[in-house]
């Protein structure tokens, strides 16, 4: 009777423990990746080359633009950074993971199409919601203030904008923060900014950027200071589009990336990749290549730990 009951004993000490290791991951914040693609998505509208023609009839294929969810089990909230043409399913997407959780804010990034877009869908002609903080930088600030139909977002007070600044770090809970850092880009409407996300450990984002000796800092310190990096994976190099002059898109090839990188792989994670880039398709010789010397692509639906 005496060892039985100590073997109960003993199996609900385990099952406490291992509920008490569960629950404590979870109170853990993270980032869910929403989206990979550039601003276009893929398949691409009008796009029926080889690369997007057979996707259009199998849309389980297909990937969202890019974009990424600050999630808080702490707070029972999460923040997204940037709202895509695909903010409809993206926020789909995270109330059936997150029932419990409320949209706490929005943090843009620039002014290009992929990034701001999905913001109408906070409006009257869709959800209606009221006061919900969208995170700016000033010139940002000012295009959506000026201009309709964003600027009806704000007289209707469907949105709130929060004033950012650059290298300023703002506290989201007790074991979280944010900082955007401005980075060049084609900023024909605002500045562009990156984002660096801090828990325990940290997340460097930087979706869109001109090439990396145009940056005042060095991308291969921003790679080792961080934990993760998530970085401009637009093109994969220079003969991806044909017929167009490539330095009025001057983003980062990801070859010339791998060269800077090639010693600090782990932790780096290609993203906003064009619906033209190789490394879309699994089966491609360049994505074989690009696996075998040990780089990664972001997946949709992936977590990081913070």
């Known amino acids: 009777m005496k060892v039985k009951y100590s073997a109960r004993v003993f199996f609900f000490s385990f099952v406490i423990i291992l509920s008490f290791r569960v629950v404590t991951a979870q109170e853990n914040p993270y980032i869910t990746v929403l ?32 974009s990424l969810a600050i999630v808080s089990p702490n707070e029972r909230a999460f923040w997204i950074i940037d709202a895509t043409p695909d903010f409809p399913d993206q926020l789909n997407y995270l109330h059936q993971e997150l029932p419990s959780y409320q949209l706490a804010g929005i943090f843009l990034t620039h002014a290009h199409i992929g990034h701001y877009s999905g913001l109408i869908h906070l409006g009257r002609e869709v959800m209606g919601l009221k006061d919900i903080p969208v995170f700016v930088m000033p010139k940002m600030k000012e295009f959506l ?11 209707l007070k469907n949105i709130k904008l929060i004033d950012l600044k650059d290298r300023q770090t703002l506290s989201l809970s007790n074991d979280l923060s944010i900082q955007p850092i401005i980075v060049p880009h084609r900023d024909e409407f605002s500045e562009t900014v990156a984002y660096q996300i801090q828990g325990k450990q940290s997340l460097f984002y930087v979706p869109d950027i001109d090439k990396w000796e145009t940056w005042n800092q060095n991308i291969q310190t921003i790679a080792q200071e961080n934990s993760f990096t998530l970085i401009d994976g637009t093109f994969y190099d220079t003969d991806e589009l044909p017929g167009r002059d490539m330095s ?22 290609f993203i906003h990749l064009n619906h033209s880039n190789p490394l879309l398709n699994e089966d491609s010789k360049k994505y074989k290549e690009f696996t075998q010397k040990g780089f990664n692509i972001a997946k949709q639906g992936q977590k990081f730990d913070l």
């Open 35 to 66: 989206g990979i693609a550039q601003d276009g998505g893929y398949p691409q509208s009008g796009c029926l080359k080889e690369c997007c023609i057979n996707l259009w009839d199998n849309p389980k294929q297909s990937k969202h633009v890019s």
């Open 145 to 155: 203030q000026k201009n309709g139909p964003w600027s009806q977002l704000v007289s």
């Open 248 to 269: 009025e898109i001057p983003h980062p090839f990801i070859v010339e990336t791998m060269n800077l990188l090639h010693k600090e792989k782990k932790g780096v994670y």
